[in-house]
């Protein structure tokens, strides 16, 4: 299986500086916020790279930072394109020092109960909905988020050969594949 990975480049709200959550810069005050401020949507994952009919078979959001203790209940939403999934559980801990949690949210064969193509997958938005930071008036400090999908190429070949489009690679010039060597007296 292979992967891609990518920060956001777009946000729905900036009341947090939620721009600054787009670069692993290791400034950790960035996406300060609490119960009290909006849902953050982050977007425009534009590094994520998956080949057309490749299957998806996870999704990992990562995160540095750090929170007050007890601010370890963030929940994250990803939507597909068409739907938003069910709100999932941090599997870290944030303490008062600064940590890398990868990931934390979803795996590697996690698909948040969605149906993804390698389109939906490239478009991914994640929500981070301030009404899930608990308890009350807890805070934190994020540098970055990550979105990393896993994905399995497609089956059979993937270039073409002289001019063969891979999708016909089964039959040159009416050869088997079983007998390829053979195409043009080779």
Known sequence: MATTISLP???????????????ADGTNTTGVWD?????????????LSIP??????GIEVIVNGQGNPAANTPKIVVHNGTSYS?????????????????????GSGNLFGLSWTPTTAA??????????????GRRLYWDY??????????????????????????????????SIEKVNGI
């Open 123 to 136: 478009g991914i938005k994640v929500l981070i909905p301030s009404s899930t930071i608990q308890p009350s």
């Open 145 to 178: 988020v990550k979105v990393r999908i896993t994905y399995t190429a497609a089956s059979g070949y993937g270039h073409d050969v002289n001019g063969v489009a891979a999708a016909n690679i089964g039959k040159v010039n009416g050869i088997a594949t079983a």
């Open 52 to 57: 057309s009919g490749a299957t998806i078979n």
């Open 86 to 106: 069910s709100s999932y559980n941090f599997l870290g801990s944030f303490s008062k020092g600064n940590s890398t949690f990868d990931p934390g949210w979803g």
């Open 9 to 23: 480049t777009s946000v729905t709200t900036n009341s947090i500086t939620g721009s600054n959550l787009f670069a």
């Open 35 to 47: 119960d009290t401020h909006a849902d953050v949507e982050l977007s425009g994952f534009s590094s």
